[in-house]
Each structure stands twice: as structure tokens, then as C-alpha cells.
């Protein structure tokens, strides 16, 4: 039941991407959806490094502490996490093994890419069901981490994020990026 | 059936399918063949937001990749040179030295040839130095900081080790705790640099007749020139083995004290580059937590079926001693780092760590091992890692790379099995700072 909703909402945003693809173009696309990602890791980013700091200072002057920074900041690891996870699909960054890879020509490769693509985005689509079980379950006898917010809220982006990836993953299948992974890592 | 399904995943894997779905995929078919929910997977994985050390790897990473944008690598290479230049060959030192530390910050070895070596390729040439020669000292050089604090690849192997032990008793002083393994790294990794540099001191007397001799008197332009950076060091070693830090806080104050001082202080990365900066950052991140937790899950799916139980009962067929055991765990690991990159090598972990215990290593010992083993493993020729990263960074044929690496690459071999034999090396200091006396066997 699950995977069948899902399978629809992803097919949405497929053509959703489609329709911008053609609209925008390629590259003023590529810029927003980067501008995006930035704004987003520097806030989570300024979030944890600020919380932690503050929690550091408190510690070490004033022996005291705010109960709910660290198992807040354990959680944007969590967010942060999958928002990398996103981004390394979407640039072919992911940690693999290229040694086969590296020798085939474009013509081999491409199909190849292609294919695993897929198989990704069907593993990602299975581990969001399980992440939709599990949610279930943290629903009805999860504990509030910190602040009262319900464990399930922030353990949802296991859920959002698994169908992300599927998504992007079959991003992927249908417009493989032509981005070496090696001479991405040469750029860095 | 099982048959199948493995090689259909072996068969991904080597077409470049992302490791972490790999993992995930053969946990959750294992588990489903037992009929346990493909939940249990994601139980794992929602660990990420329990463990506080995971704080650290997005924390460091972060300031690694602002050292990396910044004049941090030219202000290192002109502190190290005017401290040892009056060494004939010191150059080779310099580059060695420089890359320990820039590789101990930022963890991915990729990172420090592609940062340090277009600055020390063209000097070390310039200075007499043979292109072969030079081009196999920076590839050696792109992981040797791995032993050093705080690298990432040693908090990983902490973290991945105790969820592997917990539930084992440990004898006392031995648990992987990332404190101990940060001392247990010093020695073996300075010995590292110690060994390299008697070879490098033979070629430089050959190559480079005459010392530096601006060396100590560009000193104190150069120590004033990196005033900011220097502490750095002292801070993050001294607030934890001071007690005033964790682990988890001195890679929060590393993160701050680098983002205040390259882009308050030295202002070499502008406001505008920040946001690209954390992007890169964090796809590595992203990237080394999903497939950490992915290998956690497959795991406990290996332990649940008592995997590891039946390798050992296998290898204590065929391995009589410690001393061919931890003969053939060399061999094996350096297999796998010639295949993998760091983060992907912590899945043997789990499978080695029974075996380890059984034969009576101290797993702060294997840690040790364990890297240094990785750290050459990405030199061995055909696969290993950094082979082709310098073959791409400086133009050269990948065959080149691997003739010019082969000396360091038996040099390290033989230091390695001195790492290896002699664990009293490794656990001196730890075991200096914890106040026991008598080194176990």
C-alpha cells in the first residue's frame, strides 16, 4: 500500500522535473536547486555550531548546560546526514567501487550508470516502506527526545528522505549527470 | 537462491552502485529470508541521531574543508620548511610532514594530494629532486596522517569497533575508546615519517647538495605568518587530554576556531564561498554516514546469524598462532584497501574483531594495524586509491604512479610489520596516560 502511494508521488515529481528541465533549462536549474542545498547546510550548519559552542561555553564557565541542546544537535546530524546523502546522488558522489566502472567507454558506461540507477532508486523505495513501518511504531510508543517534539517528527526524514533518494535516483536513470565521480573529487 | 542474489550484488557493486545501498539491500533480503520487517534495517539507521561522537565527523570535515580553501597549506608548507631546512633533503620531509597534518584534519586522503600537491610538486622538482621520485613521495605522502589526531578514519574505527564489542568483555584498558586510540596513533604514525625520511634524506643527499639556507631566518615570518593556526593543535590535544573537552567539543571548537580564523582573521574564504564550502563538506558526510549505518545494519544482521562465529571456527582450523594471524589480517587488509576507501573498509571491522579477541590482540592494537594497513592498501598497485588520484592530479600515467610508488610502498611494508609485531609501540603511551605499568601481551 505504501510503496503503491509512493510510487505515485515520485512519478509526480518526475514529471514535475520534467516540466522544469524544459521550462527553466538545465542550467539555471542545476544553480537553483545548488543555491538551495547551500542555504540549507549553512543554516543547519550555523545551528549545530552555534548550539554546541553555546553548550561548550556554558559547561566550561558556568558549570551548567541546556538539557535539550545535545539531543537536538544529535538529530541535525541525522538531517544533515540525508541532505548530504541527497546531494552526493545527485553529483555521482556517492562511496563506490570504480574499478570496472572506470574502464568502460561512455558507450558501455552510460547504460551501465543507468541500470544501477534504477537499482538503487528500487532499494531506496523498499527502505522507505521500512522507514514508514518504523514510524509507525515510534508513533504509538516513541519518546520525545527533546522539547516535546514527537521522535517520530525527527525521525521522519528517514522516511523523507529514502523517498527522496528514490527520486533521485531515478533522476539519475532518466538524465545521467556526465560527471566523472574521480574528476569531481579533482575540482574539490 | 542466496547464491544468486549474491552475485547480483557483487556484480553492482563492482559497476559502481553506491556501497550503502549494496549493504542496506543485502541486509534487508537477509532479514526478510528470516522474516523480520525491513525496519529493522532502518532501526539501525536512526542510531545516527543517538551517538553523540557522530557530532565529530561533520564538525571536522567541515574544518577541514575550510583549511583546504584557505592559504592553510602554503602557511604549513613555509612553517615546516624553515623548521627542518638546514636538513639535507628536508624538502622531502617538509611535504611528508605538511600532508600528515593536513590529511589527520580533513580524514579523506583524496583531499590532501589534490590540496598540498600542486604547492609541493613543482618545489620539490625545483629543488633537484627527481619527477619519479617526487611523484611517489606525494602519493605516499596523501594518507599518511591517518594515525594522527583527530583523524576521522580513527573516530570511525572507534565507533564502529565498540558497537562491534559491546555485549564482549574487554580486559581492562583495552576497550577502543577514541581517547586511547588517539595516543595509540602518535608513535606508529611518527615512526611512519621517521622510517620514510631515511629514505628520503639518502635521496635528497643525492639530488639536493645544499641546504635551505633562508630556512631559520624565514622562521619568525613564518611562525607569525601562521600565529592563528599554530595553536590549533595544542588546543584540541590539550582540551581532551586535559579533561576540559570531549572528543564530540574539541571538534566544535575546531569547526568555529577554523571558520572565525580564515574567514574573520585571515579572510581567505569570502561569505560568498561559504555556502559551496558546507555543500562539499556535507556531501562527504552524507555520503560516510549513510554507508557507516548501512554496514551497521548488515551487521547486525551478520552477528544475528553468527557469521563471524563461523569464520573464526573456519580460521582457527587452518591458524594455529597470533603470529600468523596477524600475518594473514596484513594480508587481508591490505587487499581491502586497495579496493575500498576508507569509510567503505570499515565494514571488515565487525568480522575481524571476534577473530582479533580470540587470538588475544588488544583491539586498541588492531586500530593501529588496522589503518596503517588501509593507509597502505590505497598504494598498492593495481586498484589502490591514491594510485589513481595522483595519476590524475599530476597528469601522469597511471603506470608511472605505480613505479614511482613501489619503494615507499616496501618501505611502509616493512614498517608495518614492525607496527604489527611490536604492540608495545602503540600502547605505551596510552597506557603511560592511564597510569598501568605493565604493557599486556
Not at chain 1, 15 to 32: D, K, P, S
Not at chain 1, 34 to 46: H, N, P, T, W
Amino acid at each position: 500500500m505504501f510503496l503503491v502511494v509512493l510510487g505515485g508521488i515520485v512519478a509526480l515529481g518526475l514529471a514535475a522535473h520534467a516540466l522544469l528541465l524544459r521550462r527553466v533549462g538545465a542550467e539555471r536549474f542545476g544553480r537553483w536547486t545548488s543555491q538551495i542545498e547551500g542555504i540549507l547546510f549553512c543554516v543547519f550548519l550555523a545551528a549545530m555550531l552555534g548550539l554546541s559552542g553555546l553548550q561548550i561555553v556554558l559547561r566550561n564557565f558556568f558549570h551548567g548546560g541546556v538539557l535539550w541542546i545535545d539531543p537536538l544537535v544529535r538529530s541535525l546530524v541525522l538531517w544533515v546526514a540525508f541532505l548530504g546523502a541527497l546531494v552526493a546522488t545527485s553529483h555521482a558522489r556517492h562511496l563506490h567501487i570504480d574499478v570496472v566502472r572506470r574502464l568502460m567507454s561512455p558507450r558501455v558506461g552510460i547504460p551501465v550508470d543507468r541500470i544501477v540507477s534504477a537499482a538503487s532508486a528500487v532499494c531506496c523505495a523498499l527502505l522507505a516502506n521500512g522507514a514508514f513501518i518504523y514510524l509507525r511504531d515510534e508513533y504509538r510508543h516513541g519518546v520525545s527526545p527533546f522539547l516535546r517534539v514527537p521522535s517520530w517528527a525527527v525521525q521522519s526524514i528517514l522516511l523523507w528522505g529514502f523517498a527522496l533518494l528514490c527520486y533521485r535516483f531515478l533522476v539519475q536513470a532518466i538524465w545521467p549527470s556526465r560527471v566523472h565521480p574521480v574528476s569531481v573529487a579533482m575540482d574539490a | 537462491m542466496s547464491l544468486l542474489i549474491a552475485i547480483v550484488l557483487v556484480v553492482l557493486a563492482l559497476f559502481s552502485t553506491p556501497l550503502f545501498i549494496i549493504l542496506a539491500a543485502a541486509a534487508m533480503i537477509a532479514f526478510a529470508r528470516e522474516g523480520i520487517s525491513s525496519s529493522a534495517v532502518i532501526t539501525q539507521m536512526s542510531q545516527l541521531s543517538a551517538q553523540p561522537i557522530l557530532i565529530a565527523i561533520p564538525m571536522f570535515t567541515f574544518a577541514g574543508y575550510l583549511f583546504a580553501e584557505s592559504g592553510t597549506p602554503q602557511r604549513l608548507v613555509r612553517l615546516t620548511r624553515s623548521l627542518v631546512g638546514w636538513i639535507p633533503g628536508s624538502l622531502a620531509l617538509v611535504a611528508m610532514i605538511a600532508c600528515a597534518i593536513f590529511t589527520a584534519f580533513t580524514g579523506g586522503s583524496g583531499v590532501t594530494i589534490v590540496a598540498m600537491g600542486g604547492l609541493l610538486m613543482p618545489a620539490l622538482v625545483s629543488e633537484g629532486f627527481k619527477k619519479q621520485y617526487s611523484l611517489g613521495l606525494l602519493t605516499t605522502s596523501g594518507s599518511l596522517g591517518f594515525l594522527f589526531p583527530p583523524s576521522l578514519p580513527l573516530i570511525l574505527y572507534s565507533y564502529v569497533a565498540s558497537q562491534a564489542a559491546s555485549g564482549l568483555t574487554l580486559p581492562e584498558g583495552t576497550a577502543p575508546e577514541i581517547n586511547r586510540l588517539f595516543l595509540a596513533g602518535l608513535l606508529p604514525g611518527i615512526f611512519l615519517i621517521v622510517v620514510l625520511s631515511v629514505f628520503a634524506f639518502r635521496q635528497g643527499t643525492r639530488a639536493q647538495r645544499l641546504p635551505i639556507r633562508e630556512g631559520l631566518r624565514d622562521l619568525w615570518p613564518a611562525v607569525k605568518a601562521a600565529a592563528w593556526e599554530i595553536p590549533l593543535p595544542f588546543i584540541i590535544l590539550g582540551g581532551i587530554y586535559g579533561g576540559k573537552l570531549t572528543v564530540t567539543e574539541a571538534a566544535t571548537v575546531t569547526a568555529i576556531y577554523a571558520l572565525v580564523v580564515e574567514v574573520f582573521i585571515y579572510r581567505d574564504i569570502s561569505w560568498k564561498k561559504l555556502p559551496a564550502i558546507a555543500v562539499e563538506a556535507m556531501t562527504l558526510v552524507g555520503a560516510i554516514l549513510l554507508i557507516l549505518e548501512a554496514a551497521l545494519g548488515f551487521m547486525n544482521f551478520l552477528v544475528d546469524a553468527q557469521i563471524p562465529m563461523l569464520i573464526l571456527d573456519w580460521v582457527r582450523g587452518i591458524i594455529t598462532s597470533k603470529f600468523t594471524f596477524l600475518l594473514a589480517l596484513n594480508a587481508l587488509l591490505l587487499v581491502v584497501g586497495s579496493l575500498m576507501e576508507i569509510f567503505s573498509a570499515m565494514i571488515v571491522v565487525p568480522l575481524i574483531i571476534p577473530i582479533a579477541l580470540e587470538y588475544h590482540v588488544n583491539l586498541v592494537h588492531l586500530g593501529i594495524i588496522f589503518l596503517t594497513n588501509l593507509e597502505i592498501g590505497f598504494l598498492t598497485p593495481p586498484f589502490g586509491l591514491n594510485l589513481f588520484i595522483s595519476s590524475f592530479r599530476f597528469k601522469r600515467p597511471v603506470t608511472e604512479v605505480y613505479r614511482s610508488t613501489l619503494p615507499f610502498l616496501l618501505i611502509l611494508i616493512i614498517a608495518l610489520l614492525v607496527i604489527t609485531y611490536w604492540p608495545a609501540m602503540s600502547l605505551w603511551l596510552p597506557h603511560l596516560h592511564e597510569g598501568v605499568s605493565a604493557v599486556p601481551p
